[in-house]
Nanobody, 118 residues
Framework: QVQLVESGGGLVQAGGSLRLSCAASGSIFGSGAMGWYRQAPGKQRELVAVIDSGGNTRYADSSVKGRFTISRDNAKNTVYLQMNSPKPEDTAVYYC???????????WGKGTLVTVSS
């Protein structure tokens, strides 16, 4: 069983910065892909970014690429999402994910709320 615990969410001003962390337990971290998804009120959950054990990444689209950066520390079993220059439309619950590949999600964290004020 894999457990994912997110931290780092909160209130941030537009144009500021915030870093989310997700600590993982279980053997999937070393061989699997980790990522971040988000769900805004009234919207479906969507991909933000994922990273595999080799450091390969996939970002959702141009709306976050260049502002958000995903990284992982295998020694700490942790994946990060550095959010620079966030915008009010980035306000959402951010969920950590774990899966066997960049395109698969097998486990979810409980989520952490990020609110971006204008």
């Amino acid at each position: 069983q894999v457990q994912l615990v997110e931290s780092g969410g909160g209130l941030v001003q537009a144009g500021g910065s915030l870093r989310l962390s997700c600590a993982a337990s279980g053997s999937i971290f070393g061989s699997g892909a980790m990522g971040w998804y988000r769900q805004a009120p009234g919207k479906q959950r969507e991909l933000v970014a994922v990273i595999d054990s080799g450091g390969n990444t996939r970002y959702a689209d141009s709306s976050v690429k260049g502002r958000f950066t995903i990284s992982r520390d295998n020694a700490k079993n942790t994946v990060y999402l550095q959010m620079n220059s966030p915008k009010p439309e980035d306000t959402a619950v951010y969920y950590c994910s774990a899966g066997s590949s960049l395109n698969v999600v097998n486990f979810w964290g409980k989520g952490t709320l990020v609110t971006v004020s204008s």
